[in-house]
């Protein structure tokens, strides 16, 4: 099984006057996620499904790769600020595909990706994207096979 961690593109910065689930991708961060969708099919990327956290920068960045990559989108609160492993683990019961990708955030991550390949510093940049094989979604040990930052996938 092949998991793409996308981590959200670039939002409005944080502001007492707008809940942090409500800010947007900025013009740039709609930009950038769109330039880097088109480098996915070199990348022999086709995820079954995305899973997206139902934050709103979270769900446009999703909306962006699925529109994009022709697979349905499902927002799934599992996501939201807070995941980890044991959400992971949750997220992937009712999965039975080959591939898919999440979109989320930070730290939850890198700190995911860095848990389930067995320790290492991760650092998931927003737009980043990394690629963890796994042998078995049952025990959730897996690979890290890549990890791609924003200034790679938009060059």
């Known amino acids: 099984m092949r998991i793409y ?3 959200h593109g670039l939002a409005e910065d944080r502001s007492p006057k707008k809940p942090d689930a409500e800010r947007v991708l900025t013009k740039e961060g709609i930009r950038k996620i769109e330039l880097s969708v088109k480098k996915f099919a070199a990348l022999d990327i086709h995820p079954s499904a995305i899973y997206t956290s139902p934050l709103v920068r979270a769900y446009q960045t999703a ?3 699925a529109k994009n990559l022709k697979c349905p989108l499902y927002s799934r609160e599992l996501l939201a ?3 980890d492993p044991d959400k992971l683990q949750k997220l992937l019961e009712d999965f039975t595909e080959d591939e898919l990708m999440v979109v989320g955030h930070e730290p939850d991550f890198s700190y995911t990706v860095s848990k389930v390949i067995g320790g290492g510093s991760i650092i998931m940049k927003k737009g980043g994207l990394a690629r ?7 025990l959730l040990k897996g690979s890290l096979v890549w990890l791609l930052t924003p200034r790679l996938l938009t060059s």
């Not at 963890?132 to 049952?138: A, E, G, P, Y």
């Open 132 to 138: 963890v094989d796994f042998q078995t979604k049952s």
């Open 81 to 83: 600020p807070g995941f």
């Open 63 to 65: 909306e962006i790769v």
């Open 5 to 7: 961690f996308l981590r």
